[in-house]
């Protein structure tokens, strides 16, 4: 990266600087360059003179002249200027500008590939909805954040695996098994009344009645008891399809979908609850059974065993994790989880230093809220009720894209307002409009010369001279800084 040969520069030239006496034999700061807020300023610059100025006591304009003096002249350089109070800036040479044009086509799709992870393997697990119901927009946010900031880990050098935690345990799906088989008697003719906390949507009607085109009355004529289990795995495999197409509809994969319920069914719950006893981070009180995290400076313990014998989401979370970095060695966690999860971030970081884990191996990305308009106008949804607006229909109506522009252009830490009425007009104030226009036409001019047979792959770079062509390779070379960033921070939004 240019960024990288810069700081060599600069440590150079201070290391010229004191071998010369000019500058006092202290250590030398880390060196950082940054990109100035006016580009009439240059491309980079660096306070490093105002660094040497704090340990020197030395005028730090005068430090900043010194040192540039003594860069070396190389080819990436156009022009070094000194600016007060002490900075040093870099203009990079347009000659070399339009170089890297070659370089930048001969390089393909691996151009900006930075090898910051060194094939450290990082297990990214995101969306890991409930399979009750359809994705609604707000899981679409969760699944635009991970799909890009996987494809960045890979490009820094990651190995990357892309799981989705299927909840297939718990009194949520017992709620939805009670539900689709009220609603397999109900289209049947059976009367049979809705659990009080039943899923309500009209989607669980359509599932019903696609199972009965398949099934028939096949499961009216069994118990109950036999009936609702074998019924609701149909409806769950089902669901679990669903969600799987939409997520590809919207161009997001997954390496790995994860049962939940596996971790009682290989003993992996078993096995880390009696690890965590043994380590005295498991007590008995009330009933129930907790996880002492208060030793771990949690503010306060969490049940993990209830009263009534059954787990709690905690615990399957816990034997989640020991799976993640004791049986499958991850280097890395990184979790994408619903505003409502915040308070779930110190207690799984309690878990994992209590198995012997350095908790800043697990990374934590809370996906903020998503609220949906129509202009001015707020649009309602309930899950539970059935009132909402499907990430299927969202995706039907302003088009994949659309859907995964807006979602990545702002911070995972900020409540978003979706304005679906922006992301489908063709103007200027759609930012991605634009953007597919400008490829529209791009592609346009690259099919007119195939039709009249024209080689542009040793094309003359030198004559790319005016100002918006070098503005736009000065982009282009800032590809590698960008990953390298985003993979450092967990900040998608950046790319935008």
């Not at 807006?406 to 007009?425: G, I, N, P, V």
């Amino acid at each position: 990266m240019i960024k990288q040969r810069i700081i060599e520069l600069l440590a150079q030239a201070a290391a010229k600087a004191q071998e010369s006496g000019k500058l006092p034999p202290v250590v030398l700061p880390e060196i950082t360059v940054e990109h100035p807020q006016n580009p009439e300023h240059g491309d980079y610059a660096s306070s490093i003179s105002l660094k040497l100025a704090r340990a020197t006591g030395t005028e730090p304009l005068q430090i900043a002249r010194d040192i540039a003096e003594l860069i070396a002249p190389n080819p990436e350089i156009g022009a070094v200027t000194v600016a007060p109070p002490g900075f040093i800036n870099f203009t990079l040479g347009n000659d070399w500008l339009t170089s890297q044009v070659d370089s930048i086509m001969a390089t393909g799709d691996a151009y900006g590939n930075v090898d910051l992870g060194q094939g450290s393997r990082v297990q990214l697990e995101f969306v890991s909805v409930n399979p009750t119901g359809p994705l609604h927009v707000g899981h679409g946010r969760g699944a635009i954040l991970g799909s890009t900031l996987a494809n960045v880990l890979a490009a820094a050098g990651y190995k990357v695996e892309k799981e989705y935690y299927i909840n297939d345990a718990g009194s949520q799906i017992d709620a939805f098994y009670r539900s689709l088989y009220a609603r397999y008697q109900q289209c049947l003719g059976t009367d049979a009344e809705m659990p009080s906390d039943g899923y309500l949507g009209k989607y669980m009607v359509d599932l019903a009645k696609e199972i009965i085109a398949e099934q028939k009355k096949r499961f009216l004529s069994m118990p109950p008891e036999k009936a609702l289990p074998e019924l609701g795995k149909i409806g769950l495999a089902k669901m679990i399809e669903l969600i799987k197409d939409d997520l590809e509809r919207l161009g997001v994969s997954f390496d790995v979908w994860f049962s939940e319920q596996s971790l009682f069914d290989k003993g992996q719950y078993r096995k880390v609850m009696a690890l965590l006893k043994k380590g005295g981070y498991i007590g008995e009180r009330e009933g129930a059974t907790w996880f002492v995290s208060t030793a771990l400076g949690d503010d306060k313990d969490n049940v993990v065993v209830r009263s009534d014998g059954s787990p709690s989401y905690f615990a399957s979370d816990i034997a989640y994790h020991y799976n993640k970095f004791l049986e499958r060695k991850f280097d890395k966690v990184i979790n994408i989880w619903g505003a409502d999860h915040q308070g779930h971030i110190s207690r799984m970081k309690a878990v994992v230093s209590a198995l012997g884990i350095a908790p800043e191996r697990l990374e934590v990305i809370i996906s903020q809220m998503v609220t949906l308009r129509r202009g001015d106008e707020l649009v309602k949804v309930s899950k539970r009720s059935g009132d909402i607006i499907t990430l299927r229909e969202l995706v039907d109506e302003v088009g994949a894209g659309a859907c995964r522009y807006f979602f990545a252009a702002r911070s995972a830490d900020s409540q978003m307002d979706f304005d679906l009425e922006l992301a489908k007009k063709q103007s200027a104030d759609n930012p991605v409009y634009y953007v597919q226009y400008a490829h529209a036409r791009i592609a346009s001019i690259l099919r007119l010369a195939e039709d009249k047979k024209i080689d542009y792959s040793d094309g003359d770079v030198s004559m790319l001279t005016a100002e918006p062509e070098l503005t736009l390779i000065r982009k282009m070379l800032l590809l590698s800084e960008v990953i390298e960033m985003v993979a450092q921070t967990l900040e998608p939004h950046h790319l935008a």
